[in-house]
């Protein structure tokens, strides 16, 4: 899915110079929706990831720089504590 946003021209011109051209712009622009939607519970990290053409090794280091934690319930934390004793029983 593609979706189109408008600037005036100002706007747009001032974007695209603190950016450094129209593809960097874009990939700001794409980058912050994504943490956006992140942040809010919208998407998970493994579909910003896929999205932004990251595995989520590189998207947590993302999220990291952003400051934006991980969201990672005590339920995940759970599972994951349980998956690691059943791969690590002797």
């Given at each position: 899915m593609t979706?189109?946003?408008d600037f005036?021209?100002?706007?747009g011109e001032h974007l695209q110079k603190e950016y450094g051209g129209v593809a960097e712009f874009q990939t700001a622009a794409t980058q912050m929706l994504a943490l956006s939607?992140?942040?809010q519970g919208f998407l998970s990290?493994?579909?910003?990831?896929?999205?932004l053409n990251h595995d989520v090794y590189?998207?947590?280091g993302i999220l990291k720089?952003?400051?934006i934690p991980?969201?990672?319930?005590?339920?995940d934390l759970q599972h994951?504590?349980?998956?690691s004793q059943v791969q690590h029983a002797p």
């Amino acid at each position: 899915m593609t979706i189109k946003i408008d600037f005036p021209g100002a706007i747009g011109e001032h974007l695209q110079k603190e950016y450094g051209g129209v593809a960097e712009f874009q990939t700001a622009a794409t980058q912050m929706l994504a943490l956006s939607w992140y942040q809010q519970g919208f998407l998970s990290l493994g579909q910003i990831a896929t999205w932004l053409n990251h595995d989520v090794y590189t998207m947590a280091g993302i999220l990291k720089q952003h400051r934006i934690p991980m969201n990672y319930s005590e339920a995940d934390l759970q599972h994951d504590l349980e998956v690691s004793q059943v791969q690590h029983a002797p």
